[in-house]
């Protein structure tokens, strides 16, 4: 398995947790992102290596790397993360596997051609017209459940619950503008505490928990854009380890690869 490649359409905290699953069950990981990564949960995604050049997540570490020099990233057994958000890496890297994680709630343009196995998480995608696989993402009774003809359930706007809260521990942008955050991930906030302006606009929390998640300081966001995430729950450890879901998640993908690959004859 040490042999095969998979490459990671986008690098956020879901698809690292699947990122994180996969390389230490053995296989060859390779992300893509944007130039300018929009991640809520920073401390245990990947693309944050994008800004900071490294970004290591429980044990594993990502660096940022280019067309030129991934393969010298894997090969001292490191996550490569490329800017390229069309992943065109895949023309050079010819990858066994291929797994759509931007969690984009539509298809940006994968399809079940781009390698011998294509998987896709979330909405938007049916299998097996636009992937191999399909991955359920809503939480709930059927998280992780691999779809290989049908879709996932269709995106409801409405966050999972965390701690008996839903909507309530999301923080959205008032308006659009530039972000300024004024509290850090593992902050412990109380309701109605601003954390963050945009243009002069205050952006407050809802609840009291842990922010587990905040935007990067000064990048652009438009208004109704998430750009935090409060914790209910009593756990400062929960902002700086992998969720739950992303954990199903991942082992949702490892699952499916180990099926296909078979059906394929990779394995």
């Given at each position: ?12 905290d ?15 990981v390779?992300?893509?992102?944007l130039?300018?990564?929009t ?11 994008i ?40 023309g ?8 759509d ?6 298809n ?8 011998p ?19 359920e993402?809503?939480?709930?009774h ?20 965390i ?13 659009d ?35 587990r ?13 998430k ?41």
């Amino acid at each position: 398995m040490n042999q095969i490649l998979v490459l990671i359409k986008g690098a956020g905290d879901l698809a690292t947790g699947v990122a994180h699953r996969l390389f230490r069950a053995g296989f060859r990981v390779l992300m893509t992102e944007l130039a300018q990564p929009t991640v809520i949960r920073r401390t245990v995604s990947f693309a944050e290596a994008i800004y900071t050049g490294e970004n290591n997540v429980e044990g594993i570490s990502a660096r940022v790397a280019t067309e030129d020099n991934w393969q010298e990233v894997l090969a001292q057994a490191k996550v490569p993360v490329l800017v390229d958000p069309e992943a065109k890496i895949i023309g050079q890297a010819k990858p066994e596997v291929v797994i759509d994680a931007i969690i984009a709630k539509k298809n940006l343009g994968t399809n079940p051609r781009l390698a011998p196995v294509v998987i896709a998480l979330g909405p938007g995608f049916s299998a097996p017209e636009d992937a191999h696989a399909v991955i359920e993402t809503q939480r709930g009774h059927d998280l992780g459940r691999v779809i290989y003809r049908g879709q996932a359930l269709p995106n409801t706007g409405v966050p999972g619950e965390i701690g008996g809260k839903s909507w309530e521990r999301v923080l959205r942008a008032p308006r659009d503008g530039v972000f300024q955050s004024q509290a850090q991930i593992g902050d412990f906030v109380q309701a109605g505490q601003v954390v963050g302006h945009v243009e002069g606009v205050p952006v407050s929390s809802l609840l009291t928990g842990y922010l587990r998640g905040i935007l990067r300081d000064g990048l652009e966001v438009h208004e109704g854009m998430k750009i935090g995430d409060v914790d209910p729950r009593a756990e400062k450890s929960h902002c700086f380890t992998i969720s739950d879901k992303a954990r199903a998640l991942g082992g949702a993908v490892l699952e499916a690869m180990l099926y296909l690959l078979r059906q394929q004859g990779v394995l």
